[in-house]
């Protein structure tokens, strides 16, 4: 078999055991909206004391109309207001059909940007402010690390917050909280690893310098779990930096990208005295991922992060690869109304970038971070010294790919999942794609250090 067939056979096998061994015993889930939070005079949380936003900050709520002046990183067109494309000859003219109040979507290896819409627009991101959460602090703890949760990690969360579930008193891993901020959203996750990160105050400095460092000068965090805060916001091209930037991570590939996880329940005792603890099902609420009753899975979807709050509205950020090609798109709060709509926008507007990739020209460009080399080589080996240092630590880096949770058509894995046999599973560990072949790995990696 030549070896471009057999990589193309090897992916597809891999991506289709990945969607149906989550799958096969888990229905999709809806997550509600959390309700909006509170100013930080009456809810007094610990986040908003200390991270009330500066003078002159914008206001969570965002007004009707993106301002006349934007920011213009990346390309002069990304500061303009309304649809930026340039379309050449024979590329498929962009979805009429499109509400969102902002969206990009972008060639996350080159980080060619292919088109947006007030792509630096500052809105609220809700959860979607997760991702740089995530790129901030995953690389701090090994996944194998115990903490046990006390009263005080879970106080300051917003009332109605998204949770995974965590109970005071027990121990969770490392590994089972990232599960719960990717998989589930959950606030209580993010708050138990910003205190063992030396609390919330400390960790929102750390995200505002690190999206600094990613020169995402857009966002500003109040709260490290996206939950609605005044002069919380963030950009579509902001979104898009982070999860750029994260997917560098082989821990962040593998959190956003799984469908279905167990979790750790509450220890109990029965009557004679024994302590138990169970597991229950979480499942991503990322619908492009998972699925849902109106809208199937994405082909070649790997993640990212979803989110929806009353100020924000339905936020996504999503990367899918299709051929060889690997694309980022971000949508933030679709006018229209109907449910998965921030996701049917989205897999839209993939669809007209695997269409248009190479037919048009680049409007602007997801710049490097801050000291990033650009005379490096694309592809090569990062130090052996890298962030993490030990195989499979939170701050390892892979050259393997994303792995995508679908291979074919959008029909749903479930049914599928019968017929699969044991042998397939073996394929999951053989990733996917490297990302920004533009932007070395070594830099970043040395950056981190």
């Known amino acids: 078999m030549p070896a471009p067939m057999n990589r193309t056979v090897r992916r597809a096998l891999l991506v289709t055991s990945a969607t149906l061994a989550s799958l096969a015993l888990t229905a999709p889930v809806s997550l509600a909206a959390p309700k909006p939070s509170p100013s930080p005079a009456a809810s007094g949380s610990p986040s908003a004391r200390a991270s009330a936003s500066p003078a002159g900050s914008p206001s969570a709520s965002p007004t009707v109309a993106p301002p006349a002046n934007m920011s213009?990183?990346?390309?002069?067109?990304?500061?303009?207001?309304?649809?930026?494309?340039?379309?050449?000859?024979?590329?498929?003219?962009?979805?009429?059909?499109?509400?969102?109040?902002?969206?990009?979507?972008?060639?996350?290896?080159?980080?060619?940007?292919?088109?947006s819409h007030n792509a630096h627009w500052r809105l609220p991101p809700a959860s979607t402010m997760?991702?740089?959460?995530?790129?901030?602090?995953?690389?701090?703890?090994?996944?194998?690390?115990?903490?046990?949760?006390?009263?005080?990690?879970?106080?300051?969360?917003?009332?109605?917050?998204?949770?995974?579930?965590?109970?005071?008193?027990?121990?969770?891993?490392?590994?089972?909280?990232?599960?719960?901020?990717?998989?589930?959203?959950?606030?209580?996750?993010?708050?138990?690893?910003?205190?063992?990160?030396?609390?919330?105050?400390?960790?929102?400095?750390?995200?505002?310098?690190?999206?600094?460092?990613?020169?995402?000068?857009?966002?500003?965090?109040?709260?490290?779990?996206?939950?609605?805060?005044?002069?919380?916001?963030?950009?579509?091209?902001?979104?898009?930096?982070?999860?750029?930037?994260?997917l560098q991570k082989a821990d962040f590939r593998e959190y956003c990208s799984t469908v279905s996880a167990k979790f750790p329940g509450e220890t109990v005792k029965n009557k004679k005295g024994k302590t138990t603890r169970g597991t229950f099902e979480i499942q991503n609420t990322n619908r492009l991922l998972s699925g849902d009753y109106d809208i199937t899975q994405y082909p070649g979807i790997a993640g990212v992060k979803n989110g929806n709050t009353t100020n924000a509205g339905a936020t996504f950020t999503g990367v899918a690869e299709r051929n060889g090609k690997v694309l980022l798109v971000t949508v933030m709060n679709p006018s229209k109304t109907d449910h998965n709509?921030?996701?049917?926008?989205?897999?839209?507007?993939?669809?007209?970038?695997?269409?248009?990739?190479?037919?048009?020209?680049?409007?602007?460009?997801?710049v490097r971070p801050q000291g990033a080399q650009s005379s490096a080589q694309p592809g090569a080996n990062p130090s052996s010294s890298a962030a993490g240092g030990q195989a499979g630590g939170a701050g390892s880096v892979s050259h393997r790919p994303v792995a995508g949770a679908v291979a074919g058509g959008r029909s749903g894995g479930m049914w599928i999942a019968l017929a699969i046999t044991g042998g397939l599973l073996a394929l999951l560990a053989g990733g996917a794609f490297l990302v920004n072949r533009r932007w070395p790995l070594p830099d970043l990696v040395r950056r981190r250090r």
Do not use: C
């Open 72 to 115: 213009t990183v990346g390309g002069t067109r990304l500061g303009q207001a309304g649809t930026q494309v340039a379309i050449a000859g024979g590329a498929p003219v962009l979805p009429k059909d499109l509400t969102a109040r902002s969206w990009i979507v972008a060639d996350a290896e080159s980080g060619d940007v292919l088109a």
């Open 341 to 366: 709509e921030v996701y049917k926008e989205a897999a839209t507007l993939l669809d007209w970038g695997f269409q248009a990739a190479g037919k048009v020209t680049p409007v602007g460009e997801l």
């Open 130 to 246: 997760k991702m740089l959460f995530a790129d901030t602090v995953l690389p701090r703890f090994p996944k194998s690390t115990v903490h046990k949760v006390d009263p005080k990690d879970l106080a300051g969360m917003g009332e109605g917050s998204s949770l995974v579930g965590i109970k005071e008193g027990e121990t969770y891993t490392v590994h089972d909280l990232w599960l719960g901020v990717f998989l589930r959203s959950g606030n209580d996750a993010v708050h138990v690893l910003s205190a063992m990160n030396g609390g919330v105050a400390a960790t929102v400095k750390e995200m505002n310098e690190h999206a600094g460092e990613l020169q995402a000068l857009d966002t500003h965090v109040v709260s490290p779990d996206g939950y609605d805060a005044p002069g919380q916001v963030s950009s579509a091209y902001d979104l898009t930096l982070f999860a750029r930037s994260g």
